[in-house]
């Protein structure tokens, strides 16, 4: 398998087969490092029709921590059968710390912090992190890129996300769900949330959990 594959502008394939974990496996990496083609074709698609786009918007790379997972790699990890890393439609990214101060960021930050005050009627809090960002502007353009899920996973708390997993394909799947993981949850939600709660995780506002079943 060709890990130098482009897949789009500025993703290669081996960006989404990588893996640590797997890699301390001998009978994992080979599976790890031979996906499907159309396992390949998902991962393409989930980075022209969304990923590319937000990395074209953004100028910055975004680093994926975690792209497509093999069966056996996404049982070791403890994810879900139901997971879309098992299909190449997933991946976890990070965008670099320098997007907060970034001379050349600053007007598509500027953009994210007016839209998230329309919408929530609250600033952002000044410790949201990059991460959040990315979050805030996927939620906000839900309708204009082909997203599955958008998830704020982890991490120090509500607007400082470890990483944001965002999922894509082409299928007639439910569409367009905001969630959050964590442990500064009061406790698991598996209900999307509307667009002012998943926003007010950056903001001062308490989010309000109240309707999320």
Request: proline residues 6%; glycine residues 6%.
């Amino acid at each position: 398998m060709d890990l130098r594959k482009r897949l789009s502008k500025n993703f290669t394939l081996g960006e989404f087969l990588r893996s640590a974990t797997a890699e301390r496996h001998e009978d994992i990496v080979k599976e790890q490092y031979n996906p499907p083609e159309e396992v390949v074709a998902n991962l393409a698609y989930l980075c022209s029709t969304t990923l590319q786009p937000i990395r074209d918007l953004f100028g910055i790379p975004l680093r994926i921590t975690s792209g497509y997972r093999c069966k056996k790699l996404n049982d070791l990890v403890g994810s879900s059968d139901r997971s879309q890393h098992l299909k190449g439609q997933a991946a976890d990214c990070q965008l670099p710390s320098r997007f907060l101060n970034h001379q050349d960021t600053q007007r598509i930050r500027q953009k994210i912090e007016d839209r998230v005050r329309t919408v929530t009627g609250e600033p952002l809090r000044p410790d949201t992190n990059a991460n959040f960002y990315l979050f805030a502007y996927i939620c906000l353009r839900l309708d204009h890129l082909d997203i599955d899920q958008v998830i704020h996973e982890y991490g120090a708390g509500f607007g400082r996300p470890a990483w944001i997993h965002i999922a894509a394909s082409p299928s007639d799947r439910d569409k367009r769900q905001m969630l959050c993981l964590g442990s500064y949850l009061p406790q698991k939600r598996d209900e999307p949330e509307n667009i002012i709660t998943a926003l007010n995780y950056g903001t001062s506002q308490q989010p309000d959990l109240s309707n999320i079943a």
